[in-house]
């Protein structure tokens, strides 16, 4: 710090030094140019009033003698000229009158020849022969002037012509002194010197302050935080110092804090996993597990979703990360093999920070693989997505009682846009040996036919995050087949639960001509096999909080400042958080609470329900109802209920991130998931992942994949209203040891089984499939190309 502050102090007296140096030198420039141009107009003043005087007084006195230069006059002169010479008694007068003046050496009158008429006594020494600018002044009868020195002193000569009847017959030189001009240049050096002087001292002294207040303060405050980041003192979520004046170096410590705290937490999660004989995923372990799968090789992640989109909010291009499970299962993945995420371009600045092959490397804050975006047309996004995806597919496989729209021109969107989902990735393929491709979700059911019958090479796995129904509910589709045979193109399709993988295989062995081996569970068709298999998708687990268990405290104390803060006195708290959707039973819920203030009114004024909703697909009219209907039922059972500050449901109904949910899964006490039908249901597991005080109570729909794992919580029809009624209370009145010892055995489920391993076992079971020979794959192509 000492050289630092050494280094800056010298570098700002040589840059103020010159940079004032230059200023004052322009000054002087200025003053002296201003100085010289006041002497030469008061020369000109004079001289013009002079020179008038000379011209008329030129032809008098002839008869007057005097001492010296006397016209020469003959008796053969020519009577009434004027002579070349002329008495010069008046003209001495004249000069000698007009020399005496401030800093003026002296006026001098010469003839046409240049020798002297009348001079004042001062220059008689100095200026016997006529200078340059006198002669000038004669021989061009104009105005002349320039600056000289007279021995050693520096003059100014204003020279003028002498004219008689408009010819000129002689000169009048001024003659000024100007040496007080350099004495005012020394005069204003003197003064710059001494003001250079006096500002380089007070902005060094103005300077180092600023050092030690604005920067050496944060930066000894940055290091004494880092000092304790490195010692396990404090988290990196704690508030970082005060970096506004480093803003890009804050942001590189936050990211190397939050990689230490990472790093120290695997360790001490390896250390402590060896010392049990337990075996945890990480996302550290599934990148060295990646890495030896892989070979070299490269991950490739399809969705429609994409993990960062850019907002423009005024002037400023803004980062948002999607509220996603998917991003925090897959990062990982495509860190560790510098891979690339293909998703739709959904940003409205997306256009603006991508490359000219549509491409940009995230995270943002610290680049480790590449997202390629697509784009789509507001036509292709109506059909494919809203349309075919999501009010065809979505109810199709939710069993929650919507009727399902199948439209033509959907299906053609839906087509178009798997055609150029998968040009895009053979684009992203084309040089990539032994590519290895995750496609995820029901958007992308013909992608893996299309990329395998280009590239037999590649390791294709569709992952299918909503449930498979039944084969007669799934042969609604009119397009069944041809869904069928696109994800039939995959090497392994990966379901929530064993069911959704009978249900597939049911549907197969129906729809299309192939072989299913119940044995193996996977499906032999034109001579490509596909394995099926269930992966129960998870959260990540963010370790168990010593400090936080049995701190019952804490809880109603964080309780009591969220109902605070929405205006609501309440005893107990319940929590659910959904999308605003027709199959997360968001109503069969309120209609549970409202029974249960019924039958148990003893809870009224004290039980306060808060349901955290997202608008989603608004503009689909059966979603648009929804959220009219949510909002018409919260208030209706408000209204029926309410009572001073206490109120029975509190619906937030807005787009929440993790952080802002997180608070009120550590403080409910239970949580509803009353889905009507869910692939699996991630709320129920992250609240369970945010109980590391082992407190509170899940009470979970049996129709989501999440019952079949979570045996320890509450499991309740939710379209039986009294059941779920019955369990609110049950939750509310369970012994504090049984809440512990349920929520104890869920979430070590959850640990065991967490989001890194469902990673793990889908890229592992993906890399242990059996590729057709190269030669087999030739054979194929060519056979179907020749049959086309």
């Not at 299918?464 to 609604?476: K, Q």
């Not at 004024?605 to 009219?621: C, E, L, N």
């Not at 001073?644 to 509190?650: A, E, L, N, Q, S």
Request: aromatic letters at 8%; proline letters at 5%; hydrophobic letters at 40%.
């Amino acid at each position: 710090m000492r050289l630092f502050s050494f280094r800056l102090i010298v570098s700002l007296i040589l840059g103020i030094t010159l940079v004032s140096a230059g200023f004052s030198y322009y000054e002087v420039l200025g003053q002296k140019r201003a100085l010289r141009s006041d002497v030469e107009r008061r020369d000109e003043v004079l001289g013009e009033s002079l020179v008038g005087n000379v011209e008329r007084s030129w032809n008098t006195g002839a008869d007057n003698t005097g001492s010296g230069i006397v016209p020469n006059i003959t008796p053969n002169t020519v009577p009434n000229t004027v002579p070349d010479k002329v008495p010069n008694n008046e003209l001495q007068r004249l000069v000698q009158r007009f020399g005496n003046r401030e800093r003026l050496l002296g006026v001098v009158i010469y003839d046409r020849q240049g020798s002297v008429v009348a001079i004042t006594p001062e220059l008689t020494k100095t200026l016997t022969v006529s200078p340059p600018p006198v002669a000038l002044a004669i021989a061009q009868g104009r105005e002349e002037s320039s600056f000289d020195r007279l021995g050693s002193v520096p003059v100014h000569i204003l020279a003028l012509p002498v004219r008689r009847q408009d010819e000129v017959v002689g000169g009048l030189a001024v003659v000024h002194d100007v040496s007080y001009i350099r004495a005012q240049i020394l005069l204003v050096w003197r003064h710059t010197f001494f003001r250079v002087l006096a500002q380089v001292f007070l902005i060094v002294l103005i300077t180092l302050l600023i050092v030690r207040w604005s920067i050496a303060g944060p930066i000894a405050r940055a290091a004494l935080w880092m000092r304790a980041l490195r010692t396990g003192k404090i988290s990196f979520r704690q508030e970082v110092p005060d970096f506004d004046m480093f803003r890009p170096l804050a942001r590189e410590v936050a990211t190397m804090a939050e990689s230490l705290s990472h790093a120290r937490n695997a360790a001490e999660n390896e250390a402590r996993l060896r010392e049990a004989g337990e075996s945890m995923w990480t996302a550290d372990r599934l990148s060295v597990q990646l890495r030896t799968r892989l070979d070299g090789g490269h991950v490739f992640v399809v969705s429609n979703r994409e993990p960062y989109m850019h907002q423009r909010n005024g002037k400023t291009v803004e980062v948002v990360v999607p509220p996603s499970g998917l991003v925090t299962a897959l990062e990982p993945v495509l860190n560790a093999c510098d891979g690339t995420w293909i998703a739709h371009g959904s940003g409205n600045a997306d256009t603006e920070v991508v490359d000219a092959a549509d491409r940009l490397r995230v995270p943002p804050e610290d680049p480790r693989y590449s997202l390629r975006r697509v784009w789509l047309t507001k036509q292709e996004e109506e059909g494919y997505y809203y349309g075919f995806a999501n009010e065809g597919l979505w109810p199709l496989c939710h069993i929650a009682h919507t009727r399902p729209l199948f439209r033509a021109d959907d299906w053609q969107y839906y087509q178009d846009v798997n055609r150029k989902f998968t040009a895009a990735v053979l684009e992203e393929i084309e040089n990539v040996a032994k590519p290895v491709v995750l496609v995820q979700d029901y958007h992308f059911a013909l992608l893996p036919r299309l990329l395998k019958d280009k590239r037999p090479d590649a390791r294709v796995a569709i992952f299918w995050h909503i449930p498979w129904p039944n084969p007669e509910a799934f042969g609604i589709c009119p397009w069944q087949r041809q869904l069928v045979d696109g994800l039939l193109g995959a090497d392994l399709i990966g379901f929530h639960i064993q069911s959704h993988c009978n249900n597939f295989l049911e549907t197969v062995d129906r729809v299309v001509e192939s072989r299913v081996d119940w044995e193996h569970f996977s499906v032999l068709r034109q001579d490509h096999r596909t394995m099926v298999r269930p992966f129960p998708i998870s959260v990540a687990f963010g370790g168990d909080d010593a400090a936080g268990n049995n701190n019952q405290g804490s809880s109603y104390l964080e309780r009591s400042a969220l109902l605070r803060s929405l205006g609501v006195e309440a005893t107990f708290m319940g929590i659910g958080v959904d999308r605003v959707d027709y199959t997360k039973g968001i109503l069969e819920r309120f209609l549970a609470i409202e029974r249960f203030l019924e039958k148990y009114p003893g809870y009224q004024g004290k039980f306060t329900f808060v349901q955290i909703g997202a608008p989603s697909r608004t503009h689909i009219k059966r979603y648009h109802d929804l959220l009219a209907e949510v909002e018409a039922e919260a208030e209706r059972i408000n209204w029926r209920f309410q009572s001073g500050k206490w109120k029975p449901i509190v619906f937030l109904k807005r787009q929440h991130s993790h952080q802002e949910i997180e608070p009120y899964y550590r403080a409910a006490d239970l949580c509803l998931v009353t889905s009507l039908h869910d692939g699996m249901n991630l709320v129920a597991k992250e609240f369970l992942a945010a109980r590391r005080d082992e407190r509170g109570v899940l009470i979970l729909s049996q129709f989501t994949g999440a019952a079949r794992e979570l045996r320890d919580a509450l499991l309740v029809n939710p379209y039986d209203i009294d059941q779920t009624a019955d369990a609110i209370r049950a939750a509310l009145e369970m012994e504090p040891e049984d809440k512990q010892l349920r929520m104890h055995r869920m979430r070590k489920l959850i640990k065991e089984n967490n989001i890194y391993r469902w990673a793990g076992n889908l890229i592992t079971e993906l890399c242990e499939v059996r590729l057709d020979a190269p030669e087999d794959a030739q054979e194929k192509s060519r056979a179907k190309l020749h049959a086309v």
